[in-house]
């Protein structure tokens, strides 16, 4: 018994020190030198995960594991963390983009993807919310089931309120593959657009700068913040908790009754929501 003890006495320090987090700063940055954008990072598997600044800046509090980047644009990259560090230097390289599908035929306008039904009218909402701190990276949408192949052309939502300055929100476009339901993204370039700070209903039409085509499959169209006004964030954190406003630094949408998925922290797991913000989706279906 002793010897047991004695065992699980020189164990115990190590599976603690498995679990402490260190502060990882840098910067990502692309071939030429340049800053990549609001890339996501993070170490999947413990859920941990963030979205750098737009000058391509990160910090994140991570166990001795390894760091994983995302960006659509570019070649995922992986960093290992040996211990706390404040001058880490990613650089990514560009994805190699192979030609746009093209396909002949007739095509009919129609919308992909509509938002489902208002659960409680105007009063039911979901929140994005940057009252504990940074963004995480949170992405929530709707399913869509695409019968012929489709071109997309709009993606329609309605933000109820925002209170978040400087926001620049994005849309994520993946494929669903297997029956373990593999989340594989599909687009070529970012879809970045601004939200206004508005106490009013704002309707929103993105329009993608690429042709995306669809091939028939399930598909997520999910929307995630990711970049603020980094001092409006700091003000707010500054404040005491007492004199800070619930409905400060959040974005607000009206609950739809529609499947979903939501993911939590930048590349964590999807997991299944009978909810959603709203999302629609419009353009030509190949007859």
């Known amino acids: 018994m002793r010897i047991k003890l004695l065992f699980l006495t020189l164990l115990l320090p190590v599976m603690l020190f498995a679990q402490e987090r260190v502060s990882v700063k840098g910067r990502i940055i692309d071939e030429k030198g340049d800053a990549v954008e609001y890339v996501q990072l ?16 990160f ?8 760091l994983e980047f995302f ?4 070649q ?24 746009s599908l093209i396909i002949g035929g007739n095509t009919k306008e129609r919308y992909l993807l509509r938002p489902g039904t208002k659960i409680l009218g105007n009063m039911g909402v979901i929140s994005f919310s940057l009252q504990n701190g940074r963004s995480e990276g949170r992405e929530l949408g709707s399913v869509a089931q695409v019968r012929r192949p489709f071109l997309l052309q709009d993606i329609l939502l309605s933000v109820h309120s925002n209170h978040i300055p400087g926001c620049v929100a994005s849309i994520n476009i993946y ?28 309707p929103l039409d993105i329009q993608p700068e690429e042709s995306l ?26 404040k005491p908790e007492a ?10 949408f009206i609950i739809h009754f529609k499947s979903s998925y939501v993911r939590e922290v930048a590349l964590g797991e999807m997991k299944p ?3 959603n913000i709203g999302i629609a989706v419009k353009g030509l279906e190949y007859q």
């Not at 995960?49 to 800046?57: K, L, M, Q, V, Y």
């Not at 910090?59 to 390894?66: A, G, K, N, W």
């Not at 029956?179 to 704002?202: C, G, H």
């Not at 499959?217 to 980094?230: L, N, R, S």
């Open 213 to 238: 085509l669809l091939e028939p499959g399930k598909y997520f169209v999910a929307f995630q913040i990711v970049g603020y006004d980094e001092q409006a964030l700091e003000d707010f954190l500054a």
């Open 175 to 202: 494929r669903i593959e297997g029956k373990k339901e593999s989340f594989v993204n599909v687009l070529r370039k970012p879809i970045y657009f601004p939200v206004a700070v508005t106490d009013e209903p704002q």
């Open 273 to 275: 929501l009978p909810v």
């Open 76 to 99: 995922p990259a992986s960093y290992p963390v040996t211990g706390p560090s404040d001058d880490v230097v990613i650089v990514l390289l560009e994805q190699e983009l192979p030609p």
């Open 42 to 57: 993070g170490v999947p598997k413990l859920e941990i995960g963030t979205i750098s600044t737009a000058d391509g800046r």
């Open 71 to 74: 960006h659509v644009s570019y």
């Open 243 to 252: 004199e800070r406003a619930f409905w400060e630094m959040s974005m607000d």
């Open 59 to 66: 910090e994140i509090e991570v166990p001795c594991d390894t």
